[in-house]
């Protein structure tokens, strides 16, 4: 049905998603194509929902545009710094918008988690509540040019790790900790450095699809939006870089940026650097990358061992505070440690 519709549409944009479309171009198009798709879905016993109809100006706000198309559909709204389309932010302002509502859910979230056993706590930062609900986000639009909202989100992310491990992080450590598990970090990853990789190689990946959709039979990315000012930005945060052989991994693009984080860390004794080399292996990772089930039983799931146990392991791996381990306590460790490995 909707196939029907689109045909029939004739204005400078006309997208649709299952049951969602937008229209843009000059106002009377735009109204005349408006009016024949509510028509024509009456004669299908069909209803717009009009409340859930906005209209956006490009230049300035008309009261006479506006009141044509409320009359053929009363109750229509008008945005101004909220241009979301499917969730993508279509301006700067309406980035703000949707990054600063995006922080509001996951500070929800965020605050819950600590009441949770603390790997559980761990897997779901990790692997749902941090940087997995805001791939969509930093894949369709420029986050790295609003540097507070980068910030912010980075210590809402850095105070929650900090009150599951029950460990304080300055910035080298945090730096330290945002790696990938394979490079001897603790896997929770920061804006700051997925932000521009992200975006970079979406815009590739995409821009077939976009000579798919438009006229055009190859594009430049330049003329892409934000592509030009992203890479350079990119370039001025890694000068001597080589570029990704696949510019549409985002992988690759990440790539390089943590081999720059890497080639920059700085440790202070030759056991930091015994230590650091040691987290590189693949096994001594392991254990953070599965969620450990056969311990989390409803009688201990809340347990002070479990939890006590994750929380040392995982402050001995970045070495967060200098800790003096018992000969019983190391002896606890051990065995619980081969527990957690073995079952």
């Known amino acids: 049905m909707w196939s029907i519709v689109i045909l029939f549409g004739h204005p400078e944009l006309n997208l649709w998603y299952l049951d969602d479309g937008t229209l843009a171009g000059d106002p009377e198009t735009v109204l005349e194509d408006f009016r024949h798709i509510i028509d024509f879905c009456k004669n299908l016993g069909l209803e717009v929902n009009s409340s859930k109809c906005e209209l956006f100006f490009c230049s300035s706000f008309d009261q006479s545009v506006f009141d044509k198309f409320n009359v053929v559909c009363p109750g229509i709204q008008t945005i101004s710094s909220e241009l979301v389309l499917l969730g993508s932010p279509l301006t700067e302002s309406s980035v703000e918008y949707a990054m600063n509502k995006k922080f509001d859910e996951l500070q929800t979230m965020f605050d819950r988690l ?27 639009a420029p986050i790295w040019k609003f540097p507070e909202i980068v910030y912010k989100f980075d210590n809402l992310i850095r105070s929650t790790l900090r009150k599951i491990l029950n460990c304080n992080f300055d910035d080298n450590k945090w730096v330290l900790a945002s790696l990938p598990i394979t490079n001897g970090g603790i896997g929770i990853r920061r804006v700051q450095d997925i932000c521009i990789p992200s975006f ?5 990946g995409v821009s077939d699809l976009i000579c798919a959709l438009t006229p055009i039979s190859q594009i430049d990315l330049s003329e892409i939006s934000y592509y030009g000012e992203t890479l350079a930005e990119w370039n001025s945060i890694c ?3 080589s570029p990704p052989t696949d510019p549409s991994s985002q992988q690759q693009w990440d790539s390089v940026n943590i081999n720059r984080i890497t080639s920059q860390l700085r440790f202070i004794t030759q056991a930091d650097v015994a230590r650091y080399a040691a987290s590189l292996h693949k096994e001594s990772g392991a254990w ?18 479990v939890n006590f ?35």
């Open 309 to 343: 146990l994750f929380r040392i392991l995982a402050t001995l791996r970045k070495q967060l505070i200098g800790v003096v381990i018992p000969a019983k306590l190391y002896s606890f460790l051990f065995f619980s440690f081969l527990q957690f490995s073995l079952f």
């Open 288 to 305: 953070l990358t599965v969620l450990i089930t056969t311990l989390m039983t409803p009688s201990n799931v809340h347990s002070t061992p």
């Open 114 to 140: 600590p009441d949770l056993n603390h790997h559980i706590a761990y897997f779901l930062l990790k692997h749902c509540f941090a940087i997995p609900k805001l791939t969509f986000l930093l894949r369709t």
């Open 239 to 241: 000068p001597n870089a």
């Open 200 to 204: 970079l190689s979406s815009v590739v």
